[in-house]
């Protein structure tokens, strides 16, 4: 994970809440990832940005939001439109050159009560 | 939507043998393939990428790609107890990822 940081690491949330989970990074990549993890699951991608002002939605945005006011933060709201958020989120970065692979933070553990 | 798919295992083996792991994708576009290995409760780290038909050997590890078959595998020589995780096949498409929901392998002592 190095040179990425997410926090918190654990998260609870009551239900009707926003949350807002914090991704950050000092690798200089210009792409940024967000993805959810369910338990047995592979990586689901939530939304993804390439460049400072800009981002698409992946598969699974409903209820999701994000911004990318600076390269190095990419931050992801859990709204309360998201039906069930409790899931192991991860960030990613991306240099982008021709086969260069993604690297991840640590997560962030979602819990809705 | 462009498919990755794996056996979830669990994959048991003893330690000291060969460990398998295989994967299967849709687009046979494809052009760039990476394994990635997960503890329980952690992020996923690369172990190994591979870009071409053929083997590529890392110490213990070593990818197989064919393309023509679109399949990709890992093999885990002299498999350890530490190896025990759930490897997850990834595609990579443009600056998009895609991944399979991976195999849990356990190695027994």
């Known amino acids: 994970d190095g040179g990425i940081t997410q926090s918190p690491k654990y998260l609870f949330r009551k239900e009707g809440q926003n949350v807002t989970l914090s991704c950050e990074q000092n690798?200089?990549?210009?792409?940024m990832y967000w993805y959810r993890q369910d338990p047995g699951q592979g990586l689901r991608l939530i939304y993804y940005?390439?460049?400072?002002?800009?981002?698409q939605k992946g598969d699974i945005a409903e209820g999701y939001s994000v911004s990318r006011e600076k390269k190095e933060s990419f931050p992801l709201t859990v709204t309360s439109a998201q039906k069930n958020p409790t899931a192991f989120y991860l960030c990613?970065?991306?240099?982008?050159?021709?086969?260069?692979?993604?690297?991840f933070g640590p997560g962030t553990r979602l819990t809705v009560l | 939507q462009k498919e990755v798919e794996q056996n979830s295992g669990p994959l048991s083996v003893p330690e000291g043998a060969i460990a398998s792991l295989n994967c299967t994708y849709s687009?046979?576009?494809?052009?760039?393939f990476f394994w990635y290995r997960q503890y329980s409760g952690k992020s996923p780290e690369l172990i190994m990428s591979?870009?071409?038909?053929g083997d590529k050997e890392d110490g213990r590890f070593t990818a197989q790609l064919n393309k023509a078959s679109q399949y990709v595998s890992l093999l885990i020589r002299d498999s350890q107890p530490s190896d025990s995780a759930t490897y997850l096949c990834?595609?990579?498409?443009?600056?998009?990822?895609?991944f399979g929901s991976g195999t849990k392998l356990n190695v027994k002592p």
């Open positions: 990613a970065t991306l240099r982008g050159n021709p086969g260069d692979t993604q690297y």
């Open positions: 940005s390439q460049i400072v002002n800009d981002f």
């Open positions: 990834a595609v990579r498409d443009f600056n998009k990822f895609y």
């Open positions: 690798l200089n990549h210009d792409a």
């Open positions: 591979i870009y071409s038909n």
């Open positions: 687009d046979r576009g494809s052009q760039s």
